[in-house]
Structures are given as C-alpha cells and as structure tokens.
C-alpha cells in the first residue's frame, strides 16, 4: 500500500467541555464541486501558502517543492534529497507565522526522518540556508507520519508514527520516552547546543521516563492533523491497523492525550485491549467494511465561497477518494456526511490564506474544493 494509504486514521469520543464556533448548517443539503488548480505533478503530498504570497506551494514525494500560480508551474522553490517509495519521501511542510521560513519532513537517503529548516529568499529556499532542526532514525519503512504544522506561537508541531511494522511490533503508540508514535512540540530557537528547544509548558517536561517533546501520544500513522483557526481545537487523521479508521478531536489547549495506540485501534481491543488510564477515543470511526483503507486528515472549514460548509471539519479516504464533512458539538459527532465529491488516491487537504480548502491527489492534481 502506498505512503497515503497507510497513513491515515481519525477518531473521537466524549471529552467534557469543547469549544463550539457557531452552528453548522444542514451538510446533507450543501452541494460542492472540485476545481481543477494544478495538473501535472509528480506525486503531490502536501500543499502550502505563505503570508502576502500568492504561490501555491506544493510538496512532491521525490523531494522537489514546486511554485504553482494561476493553475502553471512556475518554478522550484527547493530540492530535498529524499528516500522514496511506499511511504517514505518529501511527506510534509509548513511556513512559519511571517513566512520567511520553510519546514519540511523527509525521509533521507538511508530512510530516517528529518525535520529542516529552509530560508526563503524571495520565492526559493536555498540549500546553503537550510540547517536540521531535527532527527529521529526510523526503525522500518513504514508509518513515518510526518506532517508539520505551526502553532499561533510559532512553535513546530510534527507528526511521527510509530515505526512501522504491524501492530507496533516495538511498543512506541505508549512509551512516552521516544518521538515514534507521537506528536510532538518544539520550538525552532537553538538552547543548549540543541538545534531546537523545548517549551516549557509541553505535558511531559520533567517527567522521568518521558520525553519533554511529545505533546500527544497513543499515535500509529497520524496522517495529516490541523488546527481550527477559529478557535484552536485540534483534529488529528490517524492511519488504522486492519479493521478501523479514526479521527482524533481534542478542544484547543488540551494536552498529553493518551490516543490508545496500540491497546486500542480506534474504539476496539487490540493489544491488551483495555483503555489505558487517562485514554481517548476517537471522534470519528469508519470501518474498513465500507470501503475505507486510509483517511487523510483535513481542515475546519473557515472560508466565504461555501458559507453552509463553516465550522464543518473535511477529512477523505485514500483508497475510495471520498470526501467527507463532520460537525462535532461538544466533543460528539451531530453530522458526518458525505459530500458528492471524489478525488482519486487523495493524500492531503490544503488551507488557502482566505480559508478555502483544496483536495491533492497523488495521481499529480490538486483541486479546489467550489460550490456546486
């Protein structure tokens, strides 16, 4: 299966007070369409916007970063040198708050995960400017999660799955003292000869036995992840073992969730099958008996072309290309329907500057998601 179709798995289940931006409409009535935006790429994973910058910019697995403008390829903004195939490569990127800066998540040459930091000068990262932030060896090929966001702080949110193997052979999903099967926090400033520092108010810094970096855990493939920009609550794609999918919901601040990797796949018994102390389910479940084998994580939609759709959070399957809208009051799931719209092997959704989201397709398209 390819590096999307393992990578992603969503969840949800009750969690006390949850932050709430307004009603959603009616999703059963909305009518959406998909607008070509850009066409021959080669395996697009991830897509990007910077401040005052109307360039798209889109992450190719083999490592390249291409500049997209008024539906051309304008240029390359930079090369990583990459690890390919299955799911390894260029998985994921995201400017920092002013854009000067470009963070990237690759797996390099003997496959382990690295997390740079790429200048922009004017359009283009140049290698000469680009210094690793961070380094995490990988044990086998697969779950390299790798999405990278940033925080309304600045801080750098990444995503590791677990290592890889099945059933998370080595036990990362809940041993707080390595970065697999995590999502992690950390801040871009160098302390200590470290290239980063860790901020002080991560869940874990100071605890023995734990590292200061993780901010969530209970992960397996965490493939794709967001914040609403609304209000901050934090939605999280998590790739399932054989039988489940799962989107993960946690209300803006919350921290150190135990997500039940690998005791739990989504909200059934797997390795010990008891919920651990302090774990959560999922939001979201969908079984492989309909079809699903990856779902790709989304965005909260906050745009103005599809004013029924705000406050609808978006999210996709790998293998059947559907797309999906979910509304969630506080912390269960009152609508999730499907939309009518289909984009063959979707690998990830995008989130414009105006808030509109966009659909990639690992088939070399990315899409606008338009009102029908």
Not at 6 to 35: E, M, Y
Not at 46 to 65: C, F, H, K, L, N
Not at 80 to 94: D, I, K, Y
Not at 230 to 252: F, K, R, S, T
Request: aromatic share 8%.
């Amino acid at each position: 299966m390819s590096v999307i179709a393992l990578a992603v798995a969503l969840g949800g289940s009750a969690l006390g007070p949850a932050s709430h931006a307004g009603a959603v409409g009616n999703l059963s009535t909305v009518h959406v369409g998909l607008t070509t935006v850009a066409t021959k790429l080669k395996a697009p994973l991830a897509v990007a916007w910077r401040p005052g910058d109307a360039t798209m910019y889109v992450a190719e697995q083999g490592g390249r970063i291409r500049r997209v403008v008024g539906g051309r390829i304008t240029g390359q903004a930079a090369r990583l040198t990459v690890s390919t195939g299955g799911e390894r490569g260029l998985l994921g990127m995201a400017f920092s708050r002013g854009g000067t800066k470009l963070y990237v998540d690759y797996t390099d040459t003997n496959g382990n995960t690295r997390v740079d930091e790429l200048t922009m000068r004017g359009k283009t990262a140049p290698k000469k400017l680009r210094r690793m932030l961070l380094f995490q060896s990988q044990p086998f090929a697969n779950h390299n999660g790798g999405h990278v966001a940033v925080g309304s702080d600045g801080t750098i949110y990444i995503a590791f799955g677990d290592g890889g193997g099945s059933g998370d052979p080595n036990g990362n999903g809940q041993n707080p003292n390595t970065l697999l099967g995590k999502i992690v926090r950390i801040s871009p400033n160098p302390a200590g000869g470290s290239p980063y520092s860790i901020p002080a108010d991560n869940p874990f810094v100071g605890q023995a036995g734990a590292r200061g970096e993780v901010w969530m855990y209970g992960l397996r493939n965490p493939w794709r992840f967001s914040f609403d920009r609304a209000n901050g609550d934090m939605w999280i794609g998590d790739v399932g073992q054989n039988l489940y999918e799962e989107i993960d919901y946690a209300p803006a601040g919350q921290k150190g969730i135990n997500w039940g990797w690998s005791l739990r796949e989504a909200t059934h018994p797997y390795n010990g099958g008891a919920e651990p102390p302090g774990g959560r389910d999922p939001i979201i479940e969908r079984p492989h008996t309909a079809g699903d084998c990856a779902i790709t994580g989304g965005y909260v939609y906050r745009g103005t072309a599809i004013p029924a759709l705000v406050g609808a959070y978006l999210y996709g399957d790998y293998c059947t290309g559907k797309v999906f809208a979910a509304e969630q009051q506080g912390g269960t799931v009152v609508q999730n329907v499907d939309l009518g719209i289909n984009v063959p092997a979707l690998t990830s959704f995008g989130q414009d500057l105006n808030g509109e989201l966009y659909a990639v397709s690992q088939t070399g398209s990315v899409y606008r998601i338009t009102p029908a």
